[in-house]
């Protein structure tokens, strides 16, 4: 790039005169500019390393928050310089074309010759990814520009493109539908010449889209940011608790904007620091919503890295905010985790320990499945440790009991008949385990799993069934004058007779027996293997395996795992994102690939939870 003495000497004049201002700290992690353009993935790491000495002054540096975003940054007293201070990876700019230069500010009266583009953005940007070794933040996050166009679209853009290409050592380019990452990823908002940006080849920005165009065929690389106003989706502004029509909704829109591969942010939320403010940015925060925006830089810092450290957890399930018909991820960071989720979250009846099991090495031999538990004390949760009967290199949790006396795992430790066991609760805690024996149907290598307790004492299980491929279906043993009897299957509707290794199992049973629900790999489901619901009929017989729907049997590559809440009122189960859908259309770079590996939805699988209003609904008693 042609890169002159006298722009870089015009460069430093500029920051010099803004840093002679009173200065904060700032970070130095990738940089995003939101001049209503952003930019597209980023990153946000911290560094310590000092930074050469080219006499631009810089104060103690912050860690950098890749969800920050700096809205009206030229308010600021020192544009770009607080933001970057404060670690904000996302940052935003009013543009305008006047006599041919691109002048930052929100309104023309504003406007003057030496507050450009270049000037306050572009130059010190790239000063500081030439210092950083060709990032914003040392190890960091990518940043993002948005470029908010105020004058007129095309011919502002034919202007903007034409000064970005001075700066092409830095900036994500795209040529012919490849992204090449850079430091610094510019996106084009407000007045966005559409057509003009997409014929280009070869350009160096995206489009900051709206709420209408998700699902649109924009490709990702021309539109990686959906932007919309918070009233066009929710008329709540923090009092009081989120409607939970409004939050399914949000919860929707990310999910569907995340399966495309979009970033998402919303503008015009409330502001003023307030408990409103802080109760919106929460809603934000657990819905995933990428860029959250502010003009109180301290403000948005603040509660970023409270919430990065980790709330306090109280209250029931964690505190998590409870779910609509939509699934959400269950605690993410605490019970979904990097690792690959192996059960749903289990609760005791009472809600004050939680169970569930992980694979904490998998691809690794030997593999190693563990069970986790968290517990409640004074109303605040501890963290997570190992269940004490952590003894085999395979423990996974089943189920605990409506009335929390039993706790049922299984076991691939020694030579078992059967490789269930069960706990009892004691005044100390869970007792002993020890093996369940349930009758003369258990023989070596016929073993049970999934086994989940009624209030009659009933057991229903995956167990074996000779009526199946595999020799394995879904089976309920009667408790019946203080034995459990033999083996009975749920019939045909729930034991479809496709071949598969393991066609339907892991049942979870409503505690008065009145439905069951399970998994299958049976055909005509929305992914390899989906839950399906079948309710127990007055002849006791059980009825048509009834698809729990796409909302939630399309979250990824299959779900498994149900588990019903203590009340009844949520639906746990295993579900896996497939994050590389796009790999080989895009060029990922390494940084982008490692930070997804090491984020949550990595594509191993994780806990989701809904709510259970859809039991009633797709009942076919309840609909005649």
Not at 223 to 232: A, K, N, Q, T
Not at 298 to 308: Q, S, V
């Amino acid at each position: 790039m042609g890169w002159s003495r006298g722009a870089e000497e015009r460069m430093l004049s500029t920051i010099e005169r803004e840093s002679s201002r009173k200065m904060r700290p700032f970070s130095r992690s990738l940089t995003v500019l939101c001049l209503s353009f952003s930019i597209w993935p980023l990153w946000a790491v911290g560094d310590d390393t000092p930074p050469k000495n080219t006499g631009i002054p810089r104060a103690a540096e912050s860690s950098p928050l890749a969800r920050a975003h700096a809205h009206n940054d030229y308010l600021h007293e020192r544009p770009l310089l607080d933001a970057l201070n404060h670690g904000f990876c996302n940052v935003e700019a009013d543009v305008f074309l006047l006599e041919g230069k691109l002048l930052v500010g929100h309104d023309r009266s504003e406007l003057t010759a030496e507050r450009t583009l270049e000037t306050l953005y572009l130059d010190p940007l790239l000063l500081r990814v030439r210092e950083n070794g060709g990032e914003v933040y040392v190890n960091g996050p990518s940043f993002t520009l948005l470029v908010d166009i105020k004058s007129d679209g095309e011919e502002t853009y034919v202007a903007l493109n034409k000064v970005l290409n001075g700066y092409e050592e830095m900036l994500t380019r795209v040529t012919n539908g490849i992204v090449e990452q850079g430091a610094v990823t510019v996106i084009v908002s407000g007045e966005r010449a559409w057509q003009r940006i997409a014929a280009d080849s070869a350009r160096y920005v995206g489009v900051d889209g709206r709420l209408p165009d998700l699902s649109s065929d924009r490709p990702i690389h021309l539109m990686p940011l959906v932007s919309d106003r918070w009233d066009r989706i929710s008329t709540w502004s923090g009092q009081g608790p989120m409607p939970d029509a409004e939050r399914s909704e949000l919860r929707r829109i990310l999910h569907d904007a995340h399966d495309e591969g979009r970033r998402v942010r919303f503008w015009a939320t409330p502001d003023e620091p307030s408990p409103e403010r802080s109760a919106v940015w929460g809603e934000l925060l657990a819905a995933g919503v990428d860029l959250i925006g502010t003009d109180d830089l301290d403000g948005l810092r603040t509660f970023l890295l409270a919430a990065k450290s980790g709330p306090v957890l109280k209250g029931p399930y964690l505190g998590m905010q409870p779910p609509g018909d939509v699934p959400e991820l269950f605690a993410p960071g605490v019970v979904s985790s990097v690792h690959q989720e192996h059960s749903g979250a289990v609760f005791t009846p009472d809600g004050r320990e939680l169970f569930w099991s992980t694979v904490i090495n998998e691809g690794r031999n030997p593999r190693i499945v563990v069970v986790l538990h968290m517990k409640q004390e004074d109303g605040i949760w501890g963290q997570p440790e190992l269940a004490p009967f952590n003894v085999a290199k395979y423990t996974h949790i089943n189920s605990v009991s409506p009335d929390g006396n039993r706790l049922y795992f299984f076991s691939e430790e020694g030579d078992t008949s059967s490789n269930v066991w069960v706990a009892t609760r004691k005044e100390s805690g869970w007792g002993e385990p020890r093996i369940l024996s349930l009758n003369r149907s258990d023989i070596a290598g016929r073993h049970i799993n999934e086994v989940h307790e009624a209030r009659s004492g009933n057991l229903y299980l995956s167990g074996p069934l000779e009526s199946v491929p595999g020799g394995r279906g879904i089976v309920r043993s009667r408790f019946i004058d203080g034995l459990y009897r033999e083996y009975e299957s749920l019939g045909p509707e729930v034991n479809s007779p496709h071949s598969d290794r393991f066609p339907n199992h892991s049942p979870t049973v409503d505690p008065d027996e009145r439905f069951v629900i399970f998994a299958s790999t049976r055909p005509g489901g929305h992914s390899r293997q989906d839950l399906y619901i079948s309710y127990r009929q007055p002849d006791d017989s059980w009825g048509p395996a009834i698809n729990l729907g796409p909302e939630i049997n399309s979250l990824g590559a299959g779900a498994s795992w149900p588990q019903l809440s203590p009340d009844g009122k949520y639906l746990f189960f295993v579900s896996s994102i497939e994050p590389y859908r796009d790999f080989g259309e895009r060029l990922y770079s390494y940084k982008e690939l490692s930070t997804i590996q090491e984020s949550v939805q990595n594509g191993w699988s994780n806990i989701y939870w809904v709510d259970t209003s859809f039991i009633d609904m797709l009942n076919p008693a309840e609909n005649n």
